[in-house]
Each structure stands twice: as C-alpha cells, then as structure tokens.
C-alpha cells in the first residue's frame, strides 16, 4: 500500500498506523504543493475500502473502482487546480497512446476534477445550469475515451479526442469552482458521512479546507465532533496554522515535505514517463505544459505593465503634464522582454486585454492571480529605484489588482472583464494622481 507515492516519511507512518489498527477517523495532511497529500489520500480511500490487504495492483472490485476514482464511497471537494496536471497526463498519453497506465493517469486527472462535481454535492446547486453542458460533455467524453481502443484510432484523431476533454475541463475548473467552499458542501458530505457505505468504509476528502467562512467550519466541527463510525475524513491544507485550532485538535497530522530534486524526477519519469533531463522540478514540469507557465507568462506582464505607462504618459501629455521617472523607467526595464516576445507596442487597452487572453488560454488552471502576483513582482524593484513619491502608486496598484483577483476568483467575473476593468481604473486613478 502506498507504492505510490514517492519519498514521503508520512505515508510509512500512516501504513504504520492502519496495519496496527490505529487509523484515526479524522486525519490532516500538511505540506507543500506537489508533495503528494492528494494522491496519499485517494490512495488511503483504496486501501481503506480494499477486500483483501490493500496492495496497489489489488484486483477487487473495490480497489479497480478507486483506482479510476468512481467508486461510491469516495467523496471529494475544495479548490485546488488542475490544468498542469491535465496537460502533462494528455501529453504522457499522446506519447504513450499504448500503454494503459499513461491511459489511466490521464482518465484520472479528469476524474479528479469531476469528482468535485458529485450529485451529492450539486444538488441545489446554482451554478448547476451554467456548467451542466459542459459538464455533460466532459463527463460523456471521458467515458468514451476510457472504452476507447486507441491502437485503432489515427494520432491526428487521438489528438482531437483528447484536446475536446482537455479544452472542457478547463472550462468547467475555470467556471464551476468556487474559491471558498461553500457550507452547503459540508451540509451535503455530512448527510452523505451518515449513509452506509456500499462497500467496506467511505472517505471523505476536503482539498485545501483553509478557504472556508466560518459558517462552514462550524459546520465541519460539528462532524468531526462525531465523525460516523464507518467514514475517515482527510482534511489538505499547506500549513498547519490554517487549520482552526478547535478543529485541528479533532484532527490526527501527518506532515508532508518538499521531495528532493532526485524524488521529483523520479515522479516524472515513472509517472508521467518522461525523462526530465532538462526540468529542475516537479512544478516546473506540470506548468511547462500550459499556456501561461510562469516563462511564457514573464512576457505578458512585462507587456501589460509597459503598454499600461505608455497609456499614461500618452494621457499625462494629452493635459500638459509631465510624467513621472518611474513610468519611463519600466518601459526602459521592460519593453525589450515584451518586443523580444513579439508583442507589439500599443497603449490600446482591448489590443492588451484580447492579446493576454489568447496567449494565456483564458488563464486556464485558475491562473489569473499568478500572472497579477507575476506583475507586482515587475513592478516592485522599479518603484524601489524611485523617490517615496511613487510608494502611493505601488499601493494604487496592489489595491486594484487585489480587486480584479477577488472579481475574477470569488466573484466568479470573466478574466477578461476584470483585466479591461483593471488596466481602466489603473490608467484613469494614475493620471488623475499625476495631474492633482
């Protein structure tokens, strides 16, 4: 059991703790991302509801069920992102198109995402009618593919087969997900918690469970309090200290750490059957499959930030005024990264916007607030350089910015109205701060 999950201490004491038959019924996992807390805890579902001893390579029904996460008694909810994960599974099955673990590693990074999108969890959902096509969609495609004989199928139409389940999933991560869990969602998973199981034990998972209010956490209280005898409950989050302490003390910790750079190449090659020669980590790996990486996305912000004080000086000249030296300092700073990416010089806000969408994929894989931690962290060294003066400035920005941030992922706004709205109130706030 735990076979695979690679270099971590805490599933060798978990193992420990179940074959001694002392698993607590309520669990936290803790740690750093892509240090494989989801992964041991879909595993400890398996293993949990396992008719014989829990082998990975078990052949129970129970165990084939959990292995391609559709099984009864799993439930699983929280925000977390998907996209990275996706594009490497569909790029290691494309490569592997023969080989049915590249085909099940594939199948279950969906899995993951639409086991977010139970009955259990979506009924009485508003969201429902806005997501239900896509919803459908994926769900019917997946269930294709799974059946599908891909030695009989052309690469051409492997390769459109898989982009159609890619493309809707990131639809359905990007508009379904809400950034805090709601309290209908414990409500639901405790009702559920309380049903017996169809097999052995149930498992409930909550993913990143630091982004709930507090109604919701009294909710979750309440269950831990008295978790039904026939559920565990795996709570994720990265630190400890998010964890409410009237919860935390209902909760058995099991510390996940950051693998060595040899542990994280191993998972690359035995997982997603890659080399790795030429990545320096796991991250880097799953984020150089998506269209706003951090290397292609440096680009854009150096564009948006440039593109953004060309507006302004453009709207200081057009008053008379003069613009401030931090404003020609990033041009200076950055217009050579933005040119050298071919991005073109314009002071168009819809040029701007409509570019960073295309290139972004729509910011795919809930990653619109990176590509705004991206632009402060461009912007931050050059108001350093500065006089006090453009301290305000730096503080205009972060204020807006963590306004488009909550717009886009607690809100539910569009990236794209929330970019325009963004670079609008940017431009009219500074030239109106210039000329006061």
């Known amino acids: 059991m735990f076979?695979?999950?690679?270099?971590?201490?805490?599933?060798?004491?978990?193992?420990?703790d179940i074959l001694a038959g002392r698993n607590a019924p309520s669990m936290l996992f803790y740690g750093p991302g892509e240090s494989g807390k989801g992964s041991a805890a879909l595993e400890l579902s398996r293993v949990l509801s396992c008719n014989a001893?829990?082998?990975?390579?078990?052949?129970?029904?129970?165990?084939?069920?959990?292995?391609?996460?559709?099984?009864?008694?799993?439930?699983?909810?929280?925000?977390?992102?998907?996209?990275?994960?996706?594009?490497?599974?569909?790029?290691?099955?494309?490569?592997?198109?023969?080989?049915?673990?590249?085909?099940?590693?594939?199948?279950?990074?969906?899995?993951?995402?639409?086991?977010?999108?139970?009955?259990?969890?979506?009924?009485?959902?508003?969201?429902?009618?806005?997501?239900?096509?896509?919803?459908?969609?994926?769900?019917?495609?997946?269930?294709?593919?799974?059946?599908?004989?891909?030695?009989?199928?052309?690469?051409?139409?492997?390769?459109?087969?898989?982009?159609?389940?890619?493309?809707?999933?990131?639809?359905?991560?990007?508009?379904g997900i809400s950034s805090v869990i709601p309290i209908n969602h414990i409500r639901r998973a405790a009702w559920w918690c309380r049903v017996s199981p169809a097999g052995k034990r149930k498992t409930l998972i909550i993913e990143n469970a630091q982004n709930m209010r507090d109604e919701a956490r009294n909710s979750l209280l309440k269950l831990l309090e008295e978790p039904p005898s026939s559920v565990n409950i795996v709570l994720t989050v990265k630190r400890r200290?998010?964890?409410?302490?009237?919860?935390?003390?209902?909760?058995?910790?099991?510390?996940?750490?950051?693998?060595?750079?040899?542990?994280?190449?191993?998972?690359?090659?035995?997982?997603?059957?890659?080399?790795?020669?030429k990545q320096s980590g796991l991250s880097v790996y799953l984020e150089s499959f998506l269209p706003q990486s951090a290397e292609k996305m440096h680009p854009l912000a150096a564009w948006f930030l440039v593109s953004l004080a060309r507006a302004v000086i453009s709207g200081i000249k057009k008053t008379g005024g003069s613009a401030p030296a931090y404003l020609n300092a990033l041009g200076e700073r950055y217009a050579q990264i933005a040119e050298s990416a071919g991005l073109e010089r314009t002071i168009s806000c819809s040029v701007v916007v409509k570019t960073i969408i295309a290139k972004s994929g729509n910011f795919a894989g809930l990653?619109?607030?990176?590509?705004?931690?991206?632009c402060i962290d461009l912007l931050v060294p050059v108001i350093r350089g500065q006089d006090s003066s453009c301290i305000a400035y730096n503080d205009i920005f972060k204020k807006y910015i963590s306004e488009a941030v909550t717009s886009v992922e607690i809100l539910n706004i569009n990236a794209q109205s929330a970019l325009e709205a963004l670079f609008y109130k940017l431009k009219t706030s500074m030239i109106r701060g210039m000329n006061v």
Request: one cysteine or more; aromatic letters at 8%.
């Open 367 to 374: 990653s619109f607030s990176g590509f705004m931690k991206l």
């Open 241 to 277: 200290e998010e964890v409410m302490p009237t919860i935390l003390s209902r909760l058995r910790p099991y510390r996940f750490l950051k693998r060595s750079e040899a542990g994280e190449k191993e998972i690359i090659r035995r997982i997603f059957q890659d080399t790795a020669e």
């Open 53 to 175: 001893q829990g082998a990975w390579k078990c052949s129970c029904g129970s165990c084939e069920r959990q292995r391609i996460l559709l099984h009864d008694d799993l439930l699983v909810f929280g925000r977390r992102s998907f996209a990275a994960e996706i594009a490497a599974s569909c790029s290691s099955f494309l490569r592997n198109s023969s080989n049915t673990n590249a085909k099940t590693l594939f199948y279950r990074s969906i899995r993951k995402l639409l086991l977010r999108f139970s009955p259990v969890l979506m009924e009485d959902e508003p969201k429902l009618g806005k997501i239900s096509t896509v919803l459908q969609s994926l769900d019917e495609g997946l269930s294709e593919f799974w059946t599908l004989n891909a030695a009989s199928v052309k690469y051409d139409e492997l390769e459109k087969i898989c982009k159609a389940l890619v493309d809707d999933a990131l639809t359905l991560e990007r508009e």
């Open 3 to 16: 076979e695979n999950i690679i270099e971590q201490e805490a599933v060798i004491r978990l193992r420990d």
